[in-house]
């Protein structure tokens, strides 16, 4: 079997798990991995289970691809998160219920668990908000990128990387966990956010933990 048919393959098999992990809805959120000079993402309103090998669209980085077959319409972020960020080869981009509930009050998840290591940083910063689809949605979700391997979108959804799709989805399920966490604990009371020296800690013990050990690029 080819790369490139095992890089579709993989698009698709993890773009069914979408659904069943609570991430996402019908057609909502699309994923896509690094491959050649470009990107392998899924296709336009294509229901998961629909969705073939032959059907996940290959774009350039200039952002063209087959003709007659449409990428997801986040193309753009996608691309340019690769452009920007060479540590990263796979994304998923979803609509999870807690993650989604917190980017509609634009609130950015803090430092009030250790997990918070999963993001890169102290924080999962909420990226402003654009229409879908937009250079200028694209250009929000960079700035809240920064230095950070997830993000939250505001009124929208989340954005979780990886140096795989596995990674990039198991990271995905985690922010949806601290999002759902964070939202409970803000109605029990005030989150204690942990200190600076503490986030540091865990931040330098995450190179060992779970799926980050295993830490080889599909590219």
Same mark, same amino acid.
């Given at each position: 079997?080819?790369?490139? !048919? #095992?890089?579709?393959?993989q698009v698709?098999?993890?773009? /069914?798990?979408l ?5 996402? !809805?019908?057609? @909502?959120?699309n ?10 993402? #899924? ?10 090998p &032959? ?22 972020f996608?691309?340019d998160?690769?452009?920007?960020r060479?540590d ?5 981009h979803?609509h999870?219920?807690h @993650?989604t509930a917190?980017?509609?009050c634009?609130?950015e ?10 993001s890169g940083g102290?924080?999962i ?5 654009y229409?879908?689809? @937009? ?11 920064e230095?950070r391997l997830?993000?939250?979108?505001? &009124?929208h959804g ?9 990674q990039a989805?198991w ?8 999002a759902? !966490?964070?939202? /409970?604990? /803000?109605?029990i009371?005030?989150p204690?956010?942990l200190?600076?020296t503490?986030?540091? !800690?865990? /931040?330098?013990?995450?190179? &060992?933990?779970?799926?980050? @050990? ?5 590219a």
């Amino acid at each position: 079997m080819t790369r490139d !048919q #095992t890089l579709r393959e993989q698009v698709v098999a993890y773009g /069914l798990k979408l659904t069943p992990s609570g991430l996402s !809805q019908g057609t @909502s959120g699309n994923l896509s991995v690094r491959h050649d000079e470009g990107f392998l993402i #899924t296709p336009s309103g294509t229901p998961y289970e629909e969705i073939t090998p &032959n059907g996940v669209v290959q774009v350039a980085m200039d952002g063209s691809h087959a003709q007659g077959v449409r990428p997801s319409s986040e193309w753009r972020f996608h691309r340019d998160i690769y452009a920007a960020r060479p540590d990263i080869h796979a994304i998923v981009h979803a609509h999870p219920p807690h @993650s989604t509930a917190l980017s509609m009050c634009r609130i950015e998840i803090p430092a009030a668990h250790y997990m918070i290591a999963v993001s890169g940083g102290d924080s999962i910063r909420c990226a402003d908000y654009y229409t879908y689809g @937009s250079q200028e949605l694209s250009d929000a979700v960079m700035r809240a990128m920064e230095g950070r391997l997830a993000c939250l979108m505001a &009124n929208h959804g989340m954005i979780a990387t990886g140096p795989t799709l596995e990674q990039a989805m198991w990271r995905a399920v985690e922010v949806e966990t601290l999002a759902r !966490q964070y939202a /409970l604990a /803000l109605q029990i009371g005030k989150p204690v956010l942990l200190t600076d020296t503490e986030v540091a !800690q865990a /931040l330098e013990k995450f190179g &060992n933990y779970g799926l980050m @050990s295993r830490n080889k690029s599909s590219a």
